[in-house]
């Protein structure tokens, strides 16, 4: 993971931010939104990648690009600092290895138990029929 090709891969969007503020809220772009393209980078390889589409599926859309949004501050700089922070932490976590599957088996006392009451069931079920004398 290559950080500061990263940085230089990231388009920023400012807007103004919702919510209150008064008058500062609308004359100022204080919300910042930060694109990054996962599926079009040249910092991450390719095992990265797939590591960080695996743990953040819900923060990436389709085309692969990550969208951060902050808007909780009243300036735009703190408002890019902590969303740059979020994104150095998403893909630092994300490139963890994906755990591997643990396929496990039934204890066998459990595989008797079933198979017990498979067969008082069955046996309910041949009970059922008409009675012949």
């Not at 400012?14 to 609308?26: E, F, K, L």
């Not at 859309?61 to 949004?69: A, E, R, T």
């Not at 808007?71 to 969303?83: C, E, I, V």
């Amino acid at each position: 993971m290559d950080w500061q090709t990263i940085k230089q891969e990231v388009t920023v969007r400012t807007s103004r931010s919702s919510g209150a503020g008064g008058q500062h809220v609308n004359k100022t772009e204080t919300r910042v939104e930060i694109l990054f393209d996962l599926r079009n980078t040249t910092a991450l390889n390719s095992r990265e990648k797939k590591n960080i589409r695996y743990h953040n599926k819900r923060k990436i859309d389709k085309n692969g690009l990550v969208s951060i949004i902050d808007q909780s501050g009243r300036s735009q700089h703190t408002n890019k600092t902590r969303a740059m922070r979020r994104l150095k932490e998403l893909v630092s976590d994300g490139s963890k290895p994906i755990p591997k599957k643990h396929v496990g088996k039934a204890f066998t006392a459990s595989r008797g138990k079933r198979l017990d009451n498979k067969k008082r069931r069955a046996e309910i079920k041949a009970g059922r029929g008409k009675i012949r004398y």
